[in-house]
């Protein structure tokens, strides 16, 4: 094979960033948070490259690593992880598709090694699950909104940061749908919402949730009717367990 010739840079560094980001958004049609996160390892790495006066086809894995070095250093080892994969897709990207490098370098962007989790995700036992819901009380307003809050944690896996953002525009009391918008990677999706857990939201709305014009699902119960946050909601949903004696968090629920 002909060896691979330079192809000089026909645009600034900036705009090779954002025809990247493009790129990338298309081809892995990612949400806004990842592809802003991506956006700053990418910028930085441009800066550094231009602090140290090194064009893009002069770039070697000595630069790489680097960059790496200095950039990752305030970072726990998983995140460490995901920026470097962001970077070895950028340098992948300039390679394969733009031929500004005279090798492809991503092959080169190696980390230690990551071993799986010493501890896995917690959950429940059938027994514990049986326990729980025997035992979740839905006497007083506190307690309907926490029954509730189970329910879709439960049944519908959420987090207690999704649970705390849901709003009663997002719910189709004909369809029994539940519209999640916000969720941790930005893209919205439809779920079924079971017959018990559209009742236990019900008996919420009817006989807990305070008259306001606020349209958060989940609300603080008393004035100002505030969006519950989701740390309460994290809170509550631990509650729910440790009365039930289960030593547990709300997120044991999800993955359950």
Known sequence: MGRRRKQPISC??????????????????????????????????????????????????????????????????????????YLRCFLRYLYHERNLLHRDLATLVIGPPMFAKAKPPKFLRPHEVRQLFDRLPYSTACELRTYAMVHLAFFLGLRPGEISRITLDDISFSKAQLILRNRKNNEPVELPIPQNALKAIIAYIVGARPKTEQRSLFVILTRPYKPLSPTLAARYLTEALRRAGIAGTGYWLRHT
């Open 12 to 85: 600034d560094a900036a705009e090779i960033c954002r025809e990247y980001l493009i790129y990338y958004q298309k081809t892995r049609q990612s949400g806004h948070t990842q592809i802003e996160t991506i956006r700053r390892v990418i910028t930085a790495f441009i800066s550094y490259l231009e602090e140290s006066r090194i064009q893009l086809p002069d770039v070697s894995i000595e630069h790489i690593d680097a960059f790496l070095t200095a950039f990752n250093r305030p970072y726990a080892k998983n995140t460490r992880c995901l920026y470097r994969s």
